[in-house]
């Protein structure tokens, strides 16, 4: 119980990409950024093998390009704990291209639920453990995600064996969604409306922000059925939280889920902290986690 987790990305090393901003340009080019890539991949997972953190990630170290087998082997090579490798949803990834354009954006996102799930089995056979479609836009289009958003979702995920999760939050760092937040007031309840749809799905791991979150803790209810991603860890302050904060997270999570299908998360990725602060909460995610097991 309380397997610990992270959403997906961290810090890119000062030797691979620009410090502290998110979607950094890449410091070098060629071979040598190959090399560095992979060198960063399997550093990020040995610093959060020390951590102490359960289900691992790539970290999002060497990603550019729509095809991840490549990174996907490598860090599959760097650590014999699970794994867990993200992709975006097909409703955010039609959002992130030009709309309009294409006229039917629902043929679009399940055109391109095809080429996903494609690529998730071709991760699942490169031996990923957990594979988790990031969809901020299901927060968004809340009717639509109701409509044909979870269904493009579950295309993409059509077929695996592995686990599947969805990463859907309300996004950080980025100033469009830092003024959109201040215009939801107190109670963020966008995954009253979403959440229903996601339980009747086949995805079988859902994330909600905990932490100094205005996400009502109670939604968890919504979700009798999936394992909860519950985030444990502010990714919007570089205030490192304590172990004992942690745990008290969980001990809330635990008023509407049973311990089994909870794991510890981070509320979001962690790309554009420190590396001492994004490791530091790590830290502090699997020391709070333990503690919560040891008081349960
Ligand atoms: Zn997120």
Request: glycine share 6%; hydrophobic share 40%.
């Amino acid at each position: 119980m309380f397997e610990t987790t992270l959403a997906g990305s961290l810090p890119k090393p000062s030797w691979l990409a620009t410090p502290n901003v998110l979607w950094a340009p890449w410091t070098l080019t060629g071979t040598p950024l190959q090399e560095a890539k992979e060198d960063a991949t399997a550093l990020a997972i040995r610093r959060q093998e020390e951590a102490g953190i359960d289900i691992v990630s790539d970290g999002e170290q060497a990603r550019q390009h729509f095809v991840h087998e490549r990174e996907a082997r490598v860090a599959r090579a760097a650590t014999a704990r699970k794994l867990k490798f993200t992709l975006p949803g097909p409703m955010t990834l039609i959002d992130t291209l030009a709309d309009g354009y294409y006229g039917d954006r629902v043929k679009m996102a399940f055109a391109f639920a095809e080429l996903l799930n494609q690529e998730a089995k071709d991760l699942e056979k490169a031996g990923i453990d957990v594979i988790q479609f990031d969809e901020p836009a299901f927060n968004v289009y809340l009717n639509e995600t109701v409509d044909w958003g979870v269904p493009a979702l579950e295309k993409a995920a059509e077929g695996l064996k592995c686990t599947t999760a969805v990463h859907i939050c309300y996004g950080y760092g980025i100033e469009a969604n830092i003024k959109w937040k201040e215009s939801l007031g107190e109670s963020w309840r966008q995954y009253e409306e979403t959440f229903p749809a996601l339980d009747r799905s086949k995805i079988q791991q859902v994330s909600l922000e905990c932490r100094n979150s205005h996400v009502p803790p109670e939604l968890m209810t919504l979700l009798k059925n999936k394992t909860l991603l519950v985030g444990a860890i502010d990714v919007a302050s570089d205030r490192i939280e304590t172990p004992e904060q942690v745990a008290a997270t969980l001990k809330l999570a635990l008023k509407f889920a049973e311990p089994e299908r909870i794991q510890a998360c981070t509320n979001c990725g962690m790309a554009p902290m420190t590396l001492a602060v994004a490791y530091g909460k790590l830290r502090a995610l699997a020391q709070g986690a333990a503690l919560a097991r040891k008081t349960l």
